[in-house]
Structures are given as structure tokens and as C-alpha cells.
């Protein structure tokens, strides 16, 4: 009689007493001795012991060090960097930003284990943003260890889109003040992104794969809402500031150190083929919803006003304004810009020669 109550006397034992052990598991806080696939990761995921940034060799987070070679005008908060760009550049930027990741998984642990995976178990900066990107950029049928792998043969066989990488982060950084660090841009700044990505394409193009090339094109389109053509040129230290609606043309070229922002268009006429988008210059500024169309040239310098629509060239350190746009000052003697509008990010200065205006 014994024996056969034995199964129905143990069904209702975990019926009613295993529950509570399950919800203990579940309850605990994860850590290796509970679960044993948490051995691969680094313990202070799941480490309840304090941890700060001044535990790693860049010093605390207020008193992030400096790099010699050379000063740059930029608010005490950010972190400087080198003038010049090389391999020292990239390995200090690196550092500094997986600083900023272990700081924010130890103040936001629901972001630990993104953190991890998207920063701190990477090597260098190119399999990072190798990884972030082929994540972002993936699809069902485009896969993203493909992506992954694409990203990371390309940013590791030319130098110079890793040198422009850094260009970018420290425009950012530097330029935007609602850019609160490094690996902020590096995983959230869309435009930062579709930038990057679009080196890659455009490295892609130059290689005559084309087909790839067009198709990285329209998921970075898909993903980002930022339109370039694969076959732009553009250079080092560009800011797409919100990014959002930015369209730029298959021969449209910008130069280093410009600023763009959400809703500019580079685009052609409409009716002309061969070369026919516009050719920006070095340290130029383009607000926000500005239009600029044709095989124009826009100096270095210069500043073109949000929502202006520009169809002629415009002189160097100059500034356009309107719809259609006009100089600043007069075409006879057009005001000169006293900044690199592209790095100093003024949009207004020009107010007060143009207009009157009162509210």
C-alpha cells in the first residue's frame, strides 16, 4: 500500500514545495555558481562589489589624463586628444572608451551585458564597431557574421578609415554638446554610424563590387534614414548631427571637418548626368533642412543657413542664406567668416547683418 502511494505522495510533494525553489533560483542574483555559462564573462558583470574608472590605467572619471602633442579648444569636460591622428591616437581612444563602458555597466547594470558584448569583449576599436555594425545593419538574409566579417577585412586592411573613425568620434565629441562620451557615439549616434558604414561601402565601390556595395547602400538607408550613394566621397571628421533625411548624391564629394545636419540634401538637378552633385569644402557648416543642388561648389569655410536652397557656388568663408540663397554682406563684398564654421558649429552669427527681424 506503501509503495504504490510513494508516486502520488511525490507529485504532490513538488506540486506544492518545488515552486519555491524555483522561484529561488530564479530570484538570486546570477553569478557563476549558479549559472555555469556566466563563467565566460567577465565578473564584474555580476560582481556586487563596488567599481569605478579609476581602477583602470586612465585614472578616475573626473580626472580623465591628457596626450601631448598639441591643444584643442574644447569644453574642460571632454577629454583631449592628440592633434594628430596615428596608431597611439586610436589605442588611447580605445582605452578611453572602454573606460566609459565599465563606468556605465557598473552605474546601469541592466546595460552590462550590452556593454559587454558591443565593447568590452572586443580587442580594438574596428571589431567593436565591426560588430555594432553588422548587429544595426543585419537581416534575415543578411547575415550578421557576414556583416561582421565584410566590416572587419575592410577597417583592417586600410588604415585610413580606421584614422578617419577616430576623426569622427572626436567630432562628436567635441562638436555636440548633448555628446556625453566616446562610446555614446560609438553605439548610439546614427549618424556617426551611417558614416562609418558608408566608408565601407564606398570602399566596396572603388573595389568593383558593386552589387554589395549598393546593397550595404540601402540597408544603411533602411536602418539609419541617412541616403548616401556608395560612390560619395567623403572625408575626416564629419559630423551628421541627428542625421536624420540626409541625402547625398552619387558625385557629391565633402571635404574634412564638416558639419552636416539632419534634412540637407546634396542632390543634382534632376536632368544632368555625369558629375553633377555638389562639391563641399574643408571645415564647411550645413544647417539643418539646407538644399543644395548641381555641380556647385561650396568653398572652404563657408556657412549655408538652415533651410536654404543653394544653386551657385559659394566663395570661401562666406555665408549663404535664404531660398534661393544669397550672401551674407552682398555678392560685391560678402562678409567673412572669422571661424571654421564646420568646427566652431556657429549658427547664428550671420543673424545681425542679415536681418532685422524682431519678435
Given at each position: 500500500m506503501?509503495?504504490?502511494?510513494?508516486?502520488?505522495?511525490?507529485?504532490?510533494f513538488l506540486l506544492f514545495f518545488a515552486p519555491f525553489g524555483a522561484f529561488h533560483f530564479y530570484a538570486a542574483p546570477l553569478s557563476p555558481s549558479v549559472f555555469p555559462p556566466?563563467?565566460?564573462l567577465p565578473s564584474f558583470l555580476f560582481s556586487t562589489e563596488e567599481y569605478s574608472v579609476e581602477s583602470c590605467s586612465l585614472g578616475s572619471a573626473t580626472h580623465l589624463p591628457t596626450m601631448p602633442g598639441g591643444e584643442f579648444n574644447v569644453p574642460p569636460s571632454v577629454p583631449q586628444l592628440p592633434a594628430e591622428t596615428n596608431a597611439n591616437d586610436e589605442a588611447w581612444l580605445w582605452a578611453q572608451i572602454k573606460a566609459e563602458a565599465r563606468r556605465d555597466a557598473d552605474s546601469e547594470?541592466?546595460?552590462?551585458?550590452?556593454?559587454?558584448?558591443?565593447?568590452?569583449?572586443?580587442?580594438?576599436l574596428e571589431r567593436s564597431l565591426s560588430f555594432h555594425l553588422g548587429?544595426?545593419?543585419?537581416?534575415?538574409t543578411l547575415l550578421s557574421t557576414l556583416l561582421y566579417d565584410l566590416f572587419l577585412n575592410i577597417l583592417s586592411s586600410d588604415s585610413s578609415l580606421l584614422a578617419a573613425v577616430v576623426a569622427d568620434l572626436r567630432a562628436a565629441r567635441v562638436r555636440d554638446p548633448a555628446c556625453v562620451s566616446f562610446s555614446h557615439c560609438l553605439l548610439n549616434y546614427k549618424g556617426f554610424l551611417a558614416c562609418q558604414s558608408h566608408r565601407v561601402a564606398h570602399k566596396l565601390w572603388?573595389?568593383?563590387?558593386?552589387?554589395?556595395?549598393?546593397?550595404?547602400?540601402?540597408r544603411i538607408s533602411d536602418v539609419f534614414a541617412v541616403d548616401i550613394h556608395p560612390a560619395a566621397r567623403i572625408g575626416k571628421g564629419i559630423l551628421f548631427d541627428h542625421a536624420t533625411g540626409v541625402v547625398i548624391g552619387e558625385t557629391a564629394t565633402i571635404g574634412d571637418n564638416c558639419s552636416i545636419l539632419h534634412h540637407v540634401t546634396l542632390g543634382g538637378t534632376g536632368k544632368a548626368g555625369g558629375d553633377r552633385h555638389p562639391k563641399?569644402?574643408?571645415?564647411?557648416?550645413?544647417?539643418?533642412?539646407?538644399?543644395?543642388?548641381?555641380?556647385?561648389?561650396?568653398?572652404?569655410?563657408?556657412?549655408i543657413g538652415a533651410g536654404s536652397v543653394v544653386l551657385i557656388d559659394v566663395p570661401p568663408r562666406t555665408t549663404a542664406v535664404g531660398n534661393p540663397a544669397r550672401l551674407v554682406g552682398g555678392k560685391e563684398k560678402p562678409s567673412q567668416n572669422a571661424d571654421v564654421p564646420g568646427e566652431s558649429m556657429d549658427h547664428t552669427s550671420f543673424i545681425s547683418e542679415w536681418s532685422d527681424y524682431i519678435i
Open positions: 506503501r509503495a504504490t502511494n510513494f508516486p502520488s505522495m511525490l507529485f504532490i556566466l563563467k565566460r547594470p541592466a546595460l552590462a551585458s550590452y556593454l559587454y558584448s558591443t565593447i568590452l569583449s572586443h580587442s580594438s548587429n544595426k545593419l543585419c537581416s534575415s572603388n573595389q568593383d563590387r558593386r552589387p554589395l556595395a549598393l546593397a550595404l547602400h540601402s563641399v569644402g574643408d571645415g564647411v557648416l550645413i544647417g539643418a533642412g539646407a538644399t543644395i543642388l548641381g555641380n556647385v561648389r561650396i568653398g572652404d569655410g563657408a556657412k
